[in-house]
Structures are given as structure tokens and as C-alpha cells.
């Protein structure tokens, strides 16, 4: 079965210190892979895709992602998190045998940034 | 630019009522839509898949006739959420990806910002 596993339900960071936020993925193909933040009550909003070519992604608001298709992780990651970046992310995957577009979700991690 | 649209952002109603929730494209074409539904601090379920000028697809164990979605026009697809009970209630988001937009399989979807319906 095609999935995506974001294997933390919450993570916790100091403000100015980097963070992580893991994904893992199970699909046919050659996937395409995406980064999306909601804040409360909101829609999602796309930070970064991989579809090819340079394993390290970078997207909006300073954030970046690293594709590893051996450990099939799609990993997100801060140099400097700001408290503003408290919010639910979500990792998605287009599988590449996928001829609608459609996208498979992780279940999110809430990340928390403290001052 | 790729803006999606939602309304209402929210509404009540009474149980056994219908209720329409609009998703519209503002400033691109889109000829395929996705209805997702997300319970409290869970992931995203995709409901359906929206294609201007058919029927949609529906995902295994959603109600095609509890959750009617048309998709009358390249800007505009609809939801609507048929006898109503309380457990529909839940955040409904809509997303689309520019058509022809030079990377129709590959690109993004842009969300709209969701409709919370409570059903009382």
C-alpha cells in the first residue's frame, strides 16, 4: 500500500535552534514529494516540493527538505526556528504511477517553537 | 496568483439539512479539484476527486450520495453535504492545481482555507 508516515505526533524546539520534522514514504514509482504548513483554522500552505534533481530542497520562510531515496525520507528542516513557525506540517507524496494529481498525507506533526 | 477561494468558512445547521460549500479557483483554470475532509489535530482524507464536466471520483467508503460534488465549471466545484447528521461536522478543505501550468501532474496543489461545519 502507498503511505506517508510522519513518525512524530509533536515536535519540540527552542526558538534559534534548528529543527527536524521526519517523513518517511511507501510508494510505486518515482514519487514526487511536498511540504505544507496549516495554521489553526486555515487552509495548507505549499512550502517546498522535490521532484527531481538536487536532493536538498529549499521552499518558503527559510525552510528546507532533503530527499533520501535509499531511506525513502523526505525530512524537513530549519537552520533557525522562529516561534511564528508553531503549526501543523504535513508531508505529502504523489505517487509517479499517479496519472490524477492527487496527493497522499502524512498524518502531520504539530511543531511547537518556544521563546 | 493561484488563489483558491472557500465559502462559508463556516456554518451551522441543523441536523437533517443540506448544506453547499463553493470552492473557486480566482485567477487560474482548474479541471481537477480535491474535496478533503480533517477531523480535530488528524491528517487530511480525501474525499474525492473533482473533474470539471464529469462525475467524481469518489474514495473507497465515502457516500457518493451523502456528499454531492459538482464541478460545473473550470473555476468552480461544490460540495454538498446532504442530511446532514452530527457526525459530519467536521473541517472540509478544497485544493486545485493550475491548469496547464507547465506541470499539471507534477505541481503543487493550492489549498482553499476550509469550511468548518458543525452540525447541531
Known amino acids: 500500500a502507498q503511505s506517508v508516515a510522519q513518525p512524530e505526533d509533536q515536535v519540540n524546539v527552542a526558538e534559534g535552534n534548528p529543527l527536524t520534522v521526519k517523513c518517511t514514504y511507501s510508494?510505486?514509482?518515482?514519487?514526487?514529494l511536498f511540504w505544507y504548513v496549516q495554521y489553526p483554522n486555515r487552509g495548507l500552505q505549499f512550502l517546498l516540493k522535490?521532484?527531481?534533481?538536487?536532493?536538498l530542497v529549499k521552499g518558503s520562510y527559510g525552510f528546507e527538505a532533503e530527499f533520501n531515496k535509499s531511506q525513502t525520507s523526505f525530512h524537513l528542516k530549519k537552520p533557525s526556528a522562529l516561534v511564528s513557525d508553531s503549526a501543523l506540517y504535513f508531508c505529502a507524496v504523489r505517487p509517479g504511477s499517479s496519472n490524477t494529481g492527487k496527493l497522499i498525507f502524512g498524518q502531520g506533526t504539530t511543531l511547537q517553537v518556544k521563546p | 496568483g493561484a488563489v483558491v477561494s472557500q465559502h462559508p468558512s463556516r456554518v451551522i445547521c441543523k441536523s437533517g439539512t443540506s448544506v453547499k460549500i463553493e470552492c473557486r479557483s480566482l485567477d487560474f483554470q482548474a479541471t481537477t479539484m480535491f474535496w478533503y475532509r480533517q477531523f480535530p489535530k488528524k491528517s487530511l482524507m480525501l474525499m474525492a476527486t473533482?473533474?470539471?464536466?464529469?462525475?467524481?471520483?469518489?474514495e473507497q467508503g465515502v457516500e457518493k450520495d451523502k456528499f454531492l460534488i459538482n464541478h460545473a465549471s473550470l473555476t468552480l466545484s461544490t460540495l454538498t453535504v446532504t442530511s446532514a447528521h452530527p457526525e459530519d461536522s467536521s473541517f472540509y478543505i478544497c485544493?486545485?492545481?493550475?491548469?496547464?501550468?507547465?506541470?499539471?501532474?507534477?505541481?503543487?496543489?493550492?489549498f482553499g482555507e476550509g469550511s468548518r461545519l458543525t452540525v447541531l
Open positions: 485544493s486545485a492545481r493550475p491548469r496547464g501550468s507547465g506541470s499539471h501532474l507534477t505541481g503543487e496543489l493550492f
Open positions: 510508494v510505486s514509482g518515482n514519487p514526487y
Open positions: 522535490y521532484i527531481t534533481g538536487d536532493n
Open positions: 473533482s473533474n470539471e464536466g464529469s462525475k467524481a471520483t469518489y
